[in-house]
């Protein structure tokens, strides 16, 4: 079936929009999904948002990336179809898929529910699945996923507003919790105010914790303190304001997608405390030692988090009623959308109105 074109690998025939070349602009696509197994779960795709990673993707600005590739790792709709031995879910249920379609189920990873980091973890787009054919993500009319990657969907959350949280909410919610910094009563700081920025100081709020947000945008302060809830903001490149906070977090997550520096943001953290990078996953840092050895500080990071974090993750979310602040956009919109994100012209998230915007391209 790898052998054969994205239309013919499948039985069941698909479309989406998909990037062809390192331009990254996207445009309709034919291809095919496979037929529904007995523990597969066919989803009429509704919502999908677009993260910082697409982009990345599209770009192929990591170097492993290859085309015909369609975007997606934060997709919500229905199940339109269940395989005769699934359990979780039933057709018509609210559902949502995220990076995760596929791991070994074998290795130490994923025994200790840690399938994000299984060296043969199958990502939504972008990977080999089983039967050696590519993925293709959300954005698309619809996907069939393992029910065991299938997230049941919370009834009180807003299908757009909750569909960033399939890959935004879970890369800092898993850090989170893994690190320590949700416990109530700490002080922790949130760098970067952007889609996983915003969701940090939700869930940082909703774990009890005192956030300060730290940006290089004074312009963000109102918003982050009487929009988002955040208790103080601290513009990075003020250093007046930098050294008078100095020694006062117990832990920083840090969300902004490119490469900084980071010696400022480590003077804030109190001593035996950590510094958390979930954004520029595509780069290298400078490692300042000095506040690190001084005060016995880690720099820690994280990717993802695991099909069962991000089940706990979408409930805590409907229990607080955390989603993302997001644009909906019509399926036409996406590449304008792409220039958007790649300038953080957006508050907070985009999110495609897959169900109603996206129709067939014309047969190839």
Request: aromatic residues 8%; charged residues 20%.
């Given at each position: ?6 239309e ?10 998909a ?35 697409d ?134 700081g ?6 996983l ?16 947000v730290?940006?290089t ?54 001593n035996?405390?950590k510094?958390v990078?979930?954004?520029a ?6 490692l300042?030692i000095?506040?690190?050895?001084m ?70």
């Open positions: 079936m790898a052998g054969k074109s994205p013919e690998q499948h039985p069941v025939k698909a479309y989406g929009w990037a062809r070349d390192s331009s990254g602009i996207l445009s309709p696509f034919n291809f095919s999904r496979r037929a529904t197994g007995d523990h597969d779960v066919r989803i009429k795709i509704l919502y999908c948002g677009i993260c910082h990673s982009l990345q993707a599209a770009k192929n600005e990591m170097g492993f990336y290859k085309y015909p590739l369609v975007p997606g790792f934060e997709t919500v709709g229905v199940a339109s179809e269940v395989g005769s031995k699934v359990t979780k879910v039933k057709v018509g249920d609210k559902v949502a898929v995220g990076i995760i379609v596929g791991s070994c189920g074998e290795c130490n990873e994923c025994v200790n529910d840690r399938d994000c980091y299984c060296p043969r973890m199958t990502a939504a787009y972008g990977s080999v699945d089983h039967d050696g054919t590519p993925t293709y993500g959300g954005f698309s009319n619809e996907t069939v996923v393992n029910e065991k990657f299938v997230f049941r969907f919370p009834e009180n959350l807003s299908l757009p507003g909750g569909a960033p949280l399939l890959n935004a909410g879970i890369t800092v919610y898993s850090p989170m919790r893994f690190y320590g910094l949700d416990k109530p009563g700490m002080h922790l949130v760098v970067g105010l952007g889609g920025g915003h969701l940090a100081v939700k869930f940082g709020k909703a774990f009890g914790a005192k956030v300060t730290i940006s945008s004074p312009s963000k302060k109102d918003e982050a303190i009487n929009f988002l809830g955040a208790d103080g903001f601290l513009v990075s490149g003020d250093a007046e304001q930098m050294q008078a906070a100095a020694g006062t977090l117990d832990g920083i997550i840090d969300t902004v997608p490119v490469v900084h520096s980071i010696e400022t943001l480590l003077w804030l953290l109190k035996h405390s510094l990078l979930v954004g996953t595509g780069g290298s840092f400078d300042p000095l506040p690190l050895a005060g016995r500080r880690t720099v820690a990071s994280s990717i993802g988090g695991s099909t069962k974090e991000a089940q706990e993750m979408l409930d805590f979310a409907a229990e607080h009623n955390i989603t993302a602040n997001v644009e909906i956009i019509p399926m036409d919109y996406v590449n304008t959308a792409m220039e958007r994100v790649e300038k953080s012209d957006v508050r907070y998230r985009f999110v495609i109105d897959i169900g109603n915007t996206l129709t067939p391209p014309p047969e190839s």
